[in-house]
């Protein structure tokens, strides 16, 4: 199967391309494998609310080996006697996530990343987000391309707010393989237009009324039902294409790797070869990518379960070590960002990415 990169590089439009030739290393965490709708919600709860996450670290040149040194000697490992490092050597015996934070071998992590001069990246995704995006992607080009985050951003909260209620009328329908457009619509625009109070929401419910006269929703057609995420390699193809200057280093994923080895991945008349995979057992770089992802996803789900004034609580009550390790995350990902905007993805709700990244800055006592 014949993929065109530019497929992926569409989606970073307004951003500058990402021309330069480093080394990127990857784990994943947070995979449910396939993310289905069920007559009664999702066929993992835990999918709702904890993110997909693919990421780890990135050097500018082939990295120094005496860096590997100076992290065993930080974490207080012996090379040789350990033989993988995994997220849970960082984790240890926390009892919860701001345990671990105050833990010395949290330090020590964060401040090996920092010191050593690596870039952090990663592609967060919110499962449920990224599942009703097709019903924003096949409304009319013109308005998608005025507000499409926004419109994406109005749904998800809505049905975060209504999930039960909106479930049934994506079960009932079988999505994402809508076959009676009209009366997909006619449901969905019944239960979402009484909150006209919404201006994206509104601008939904018009748009819905518009599909249901040319009878398509193109995108939640002639799929198959009640599948919502089938696979995960789509990220993969993603990161590869949008980093195709880039050396990607991938933890082997046999399901991941069966998918890719049958797709010819392109940019323009260039195939592109600029990925391999790797048993994690062989490189140092990807276990301490396992590492970085582990965190990260205990972050993001601490982040999201508790409101900005329970936040603001936490760090009223927090030592100096948490703050410092929390200042740290935050530098890290702002020195990625920095370097480039595309070496962190978020596919999420603005609400979302933005409460994080709040909350985060309350955490690591940065006055805006």
Not at 1 to 23: R, S
Not at 167 to 187: A, E, G
Not at 190 to 213: H, M, P, Q, T
Request: charged fraction near 25%; charge should be negative; include cysteine.
């Amino acid at each position: 199967m014949d993929i065109d990169a530019n497929i992926y590089k569409m989606n970073i439009q307004g951003l500058p391309p990402f021309d330069e030739k480093m080394i990127f290393y990857y784990d994943e965490t947070g995979n449910c494998r396939k993310f289905t709708l069920t007559e009664k919600g999702f066929n993992d709860s835990n999918a709702v609310y904890k993110n997909f996450i693919l990421g780890g670290i990135a050097f500018v040149n082939t990295p120094d080996e005496k860096l590997l040194s100076q992290l065993y000697s930080n974490l207080g490992f012996v090379e040789g006697e350990q033989p993988e490092l995994k997220f849970k050597n960082l984790y240890h015996k926390s009892k919860d996530f701001l345990n671990f934070i105050e833990s010395q071998r949290a330090s020590d992590f964060l401040s090996w990343l920092d010191s050593s001069g690596v870039y952090i990246h990663y592609l967060t995704l919110n499962n449920l987000y990224y599942s009703l995006a097709d019903i924003i992607d096949s409304l009319d080009a013109e308005i998608i391309s005025r507000c499409n985050r926004e419109l994406k951003n109005a749904l998800y909260n809505y049905v975060v707010s209504n999930t039960n209620e909106i479930i049934q009328v994506l079960y009932r329908h079988k999505y994402p393989n809508i076959t009676d457009v009209s009366q997909f619509v006619d449901d969905l625009v019944a239960l979402i237009c009484g909150n006209r109070k919404s201006y994206f929401l509104s601008i939904i419910c018009d748009e819905l009324v518009k599909a249901k006269k040319n009878n398509e929703l193109v995108f939640i057609q002639n799929n198959e039902p009640y599948i919502l995420i089938e696979e995960y390699y789509q990220f993969y193809l993603s990161r590869i294409s949008i980093f195709s200057e880039s050396e990607n280093v991938f933890d082997e994923e046999t399901t991941i790797q069966k998918h890719l080895s049958s797709i010819n991945l392109h940019d323009n008349d260039k195939t592109l070869k600029n990925y391999h995979f790797i048993k994690s057992t062989k490189s140092k770089f990807v276990q301490i990518s396992d590492m970085l992802v582990g965190l990260l996803g205990r972050l993001f789900v601490f982040l999201d379960d508790h409101n900005k004034e329970e936040i603001i609580e936490i760090a009223n009550t927090i030592n100096e070590k948490q703050i410092d390790n929390f200042s740290t995350i935050f530098k890290l990902i702002i020195r990625s960002n920095n370097k480039s905007p595309l070496l962190i993805c978020n596919i999420n709700s603005n609400r979302s990415i933005i409460d994080r990244e709040k909350k985060l800055k309350i955490l690591a006592h940065i006055i805006e």
